[in-house]
């Protein structure tokens, strides 16, 4: 069974508008949340991430809020342009460490000039 | 020279072939990571190698085959594989297996025909 569930494959937006990709998990020991970000024929990068002891995380334009009661995080883009259209994966860890990281399937972001 | 550098970039090999993949950071970093990449399906880790010592094997059949000479570099040795084995193959590193901040090479597109 999935633990880290990104139910929408797909998301377009209009260029100057906000993307909120969702995330949502089902470990409650989940204490570290990431976003990474995967242009086509590159490796995922590291784009933004989240402790459990907050509620928000900022860096520029990207956003990460996290829901700890209802399990759920998600990611902000203001204002959305062009070049973040890519596959945005959603991963959590419990008790630290990469040897635990659980990844989402993905959400792929389209964003229209 | 990007941090983490993979190659092939692509492979096609049939079932009864012995290949390689071969993965090199430039970061310094003391983690080294296989991950698996299906279509459809979240990113799965394979194996885990901390100071060159393997802490971490997920399961994967004995068809593949991980070595680790250093720190940096990491190879992934393939035989008798499966159609089913067919994805995207990732190198990641990281610091140590503490960090959940993993930095991908761009990944081998395999297919096994």
């Known amino acids: 069974d999935q633990q880290v569930k990104q139910n929408s494959p797909s998301l377009s937006v209009q260029e100057g508008r906000i993307s909120i990709l969702n995330c949502d998990y089902t470990?409650?020991?989940?204490?570290?949340f990431l976003w990474y970000k995967k242009y086509p024929a590159e490796g995922p990068t590291f784009l933004i991430s989240i402790s459990s002891i907050k509620d928000k995380n900022e860096d520029g334009r990207f956003t990460v809020f996290l829901n700890k009661s209802a399990k759920h995080l998600s990611l902000h883009i203001v204002p959305s342009q062009p070049g973040d259209s890519a596959v945005y994966f959603c991963a959590a860890s419990a008790q630290g460490g990469s040897e635990k990281l659980v990844f989402g399937k993905g959400t792929k972001l389209t964003v229209n000039p | 020279e990007t941090g983490v550098t993979q190659t092939p970039r692509h492979l096609v090999m049939g079932m009864t072939n012995k290949k390689s993949l071969k993965c090199e950071q430039h970061l310094g970093h003391n983690a080294m990571y296989w991950y698996k990449q299906s279509a459809k399906k979240p990113l799965e880790l394979m194996f885990v190698y901390n100071f060159k010592e393997q802490t971490e094997n997920n399961s994967v059949p004995s068809r593949f085959s991980p070595e680790c000479p250093n720190s940096s570099h990491l190879f992934l040795h393939l035989h008798t594989l499966q159609p089913e084995d067919s994805a995207l193959y990732l190198c990641a590193s990281s610091r140590g297996v503490l960090s959940e901040k993993l930095f991908f090479g761009s990944g081998t597109q395999l297919s096994v025909l």
């Open positions: 470990n409650s020991m989940f204490d570290y």
